[in-house]
């Protein structure tokens, strides 16, 4: 009997700490596998994403290799993975060029145009015709728009170093403008950029300066729009220490009447700027 009463008191089941620890294991063991499942998906999305492009792509070309031109529209044999939408925009030389636009899950966002591989950035155009696996989806929030300065218009003194991904301002005045970006449905559009100097400008002085404009497009892509202050562009000087990278960032109001933007940085030696460098563009919207 008290063999037996000794036995059954050593007969316990876990404890409340025993229990709480393998708790916090199985959730660690599941936050684990939750984050990696979700990166395995991301990458998945991704290359689907980037093969459809270039897929179009390919059948863009031999389109063009069976009739001559480039079509206006999407050959009908294109076809998108599940959860990948696909749209093309409209071209200013469309007997020598196109731009696709790919939309995937997790804002995840990239094009494929004639002359090069697939990017991260969207084409500088509008939309056309019916895109291919759904609707064209809400640009993303807080995600970068372009991608870097080599597709940016230039013109005087600003120059483009492709080596150190850099503009640089000179004596003469000049403009570097973004390639048209699509902001439909946000609330602003905002840039954000490095800016260097190490010389001070006249109307910042002992200080540099940076000089940037943004013009607003209605869906057309071509004809202005106004934003909701009103204006169909806008202006921004700001101050830039010196020797010394500093991130500026501006962001104008857009609104529904806007469908695409784009932004200017402006080399003025005469008034606000100096020896001013700027590296690592960023277009982003917020709704």
Not at 18 to 41: D, F, K, P, T, W
Not at 44 to 56: E, G, K, P, V
Not at 127 to 149: H, M, Q, R, W
Request: proline share 6%; with cysteine.
């Amino acid at each position: 009997m008290i063999d037996s009463m000794r036995q059954s008191r050593y007969r316990r089941g876990f404890t409340i700490v025993e229990l709480l620890i393998v708790i916090v294991v199985i959730g660690l063991l599941a936050a684990i596998a939750i984050v990696a499942y979700s990166g395995i998906r991301d990458r998945a999305q991704r290359a689907a994403l980037q093969s459809d492009l270039a897929s179009a792509a390919k059948k863009m070309q031999l389109a063009r290799a069976e009739d001559g031109s480039y079509p206006s529209s999407f050959p009908s044999d294109i076809k998108t993975s599940p959860g990948v939408v696909l749209s093309l925009t409209v071209s200013s030389d469309p007997a020598n060029q196109f731009c696709i636009n790919g939309y995937g899950s997790a804002n995840m966002t990239a094009s494929v145009s004639s002359s090069g591989s697939v990017k991260d950035s969207l084409c500088p155009a509008p939309t056309t015709g019916t895109p291919i696996g759904g609707s064209i989806p809400p640009i993303p929030a807080g995600t970068n728009l372009v991608a870097g300065f080599a597709s940016w218009t230039l013109s005087g003194g600003i120059t483009y170093n492709s080596s150190s991904g850099q503009l640089c301002a000179s004596s003469t005045a000049g403009n570097a403008i973004s390639p048209l970006v699509r902001v439909e449905g946000s609330l602003t559009s905002r840039l954000i950029v490095d800016v260097y100097a190490t010389q001070p400008s006249p109307s910042f002085t002992p200080q540099s300066g940076a000089l940037y404009h943004s013009d607003y497009y209605g869906f057309d892509g071509t004809s202005y729009a106004y934003n909701t202050s009103n204006y169909i562009g806008n202006g921004n000087a700001q101050a830039v220490n010196l020797s010394t990278w500093t991130t500026h960032q501006w962001g104008p109001q857009t609104g529904p009447n806007v469908a695409y933007i784009r932004f200017t940085i402006s080399s003025s030696p005469s008034n606000y700027t100096s020896d001013t460098c700027y590296r690592n563009p960023q277009i982003t919207i917020t709704r």
